[in-house]
């Protein structure tokens, strides 16, 4: 009479673990910078509303932008929420976005600047190290674009 193996043996079932653990190894830090740069989408999203205020503003004003369109003035929303380095709170509603900001721009140049504040450092959760995102729109011949800077597009967190 023929001996039917029931099951597997030891050496089988740590070839399978080890399939796993090489696999693991690979997939959470892939889905680490994923989580990571989903949430670097809510600063790129906290700029939108501020963008199309300051894009009315400065076809209103074509040729005062860098004075009347500031934080508070002409449709432009007041400088939102405060970012230190002891203390990040973040804004009602945002787990990320701790402060946005509307600085003033050079007539000619540029328009006014948007700054997004982020609560914690996406790499490494340091609130020290906070991410920055950071539009400055450029007048042309073919309308208002926006050029992104800051530390959250050079750690490639958000596009450029």
Same mark, same amino acid.
């Given at each position: ?16 673990? /080890?399939?796993? %653990? ?17 949430? /670097? ?7 939108? =509303?501020?963008?199309?205020? $300051? ?16 934080? %508070?003035?002409? =449709?432009?929303?007041?400088?939102? %929420? ?22 003033? =721009?050079?007539?000619?140049?540029? =328009?006014?600047? $948007? ?14 190290? /906070? ?8 007048? %042309? ?20």
């Amino acid at each position: 009479m023929k001996n039917v193996q029931k099951g597997f043996n030891l050496i089988e079932l740590m070839i399978v673990v /080890a399939i796993i %653990g090489i696999l693991a190894a690979v997939a959470i830090p892939a889905y680490s910078d994923y989580t990571k740069k989903a949430k /670097a989408t809510e600063l790129v999203q906290a700029a939108s =509303g501020l963008k199309a205020a $300051i894009e009315i503003c400065m076809s209103d004003f074509p040729d005062a932008y860098a004075t009347q369109c500031v934080a %508070g003035s002409n =449709g432009i929303p007041t400088n939102l %929420g405060t970012l230190s380095a002891q203390t990040a709170t973040a804004l009602t509603g945002s787990k990320v976005v701790a402060a946005k900001t509307v600085s003033a =721009g050079v007539q000619g140049t540029n =328009g006014p600047v $948007i700054t997004i504040d982020a609560t914690t450092d996406l790499k490494n959760k340091a609130a020290t190290a /906070a991410l920055t995102y950071v539009l400055t729109p450029v007048a %042309g011949s073919a309308g208002i674009g926006w050029t992104a800077s800051g530390t959250c597009v050079s750690d490639n967190f958000c596009k450029q």
